[in-house]
Nanobody
Framework: QVQLVESGGGLVQAGLSLRLSCAASERTFSPYAMAWFRQTPGKEREFVAV????????YYADSVKGRFTVSRDNAKNTAYLQMNSLKSEDTAVYYC?????????????????????WGQGTQVTVSS
């Protein structure tokens, strides 16, 4: 069973940056898309960003557009989320996810249920 392991979370001041990483445990694992979601206590897990297999297509939640950048390095089996100009409202547990098949329609990539693999999450806390 493939495992996704996130790293890079932590405590940071508002306005600064963090980069999250998500490494897949199996070298042969080649998901069509890798995405990031986040969740705060009492709220639903929400979509943040997704990147397709070769990085040509990326989609972002409106709340992070222009501040966050999602990417992946297939040689390292790793996806990244570069988070700049962080705000206190970005505080959450961030989860990496992956889906092996092409979902074809952009709207499907925003849905939690579309993803087959999930990491354990990494806490990001932004202090104001």
């Amino acid at each position: 069973q493939v495992q996704l392991v996130e790293s890079g979370g932590g405590l940071v001041q508002a306005g600064l940056s963090l980069r999250l990483s998500c490494a897949a445990s199996e070298r042969t694992f080649s998901p069509y898309a890798m995405a990031w979601f986040r969740q705060t206590p009492g709220k639903e897990r929400e979509f943040v960003a997704v990147v397709n297999w070769n990085g040509d297509y990326t989609y972002y939640a409106d709340s992070v557009k222009g501040r966050f950048t999602v990417s992946r390095d297939n040689a390292k089996n790793t996806a990244y989320l570069q988070m700049n100009s962080l705000k206190s409202e970005d505080t959450a547990v961030y989860y990496c996810s992956a889906v092996e098949r092409n979902l074809y329609y952009a709207a499907r990539y925003y849905l939690r249920g579309s993803y087959d693999y999930w990491g354990q999450g990494t806490q990001v806390t932004v202090s104001s």
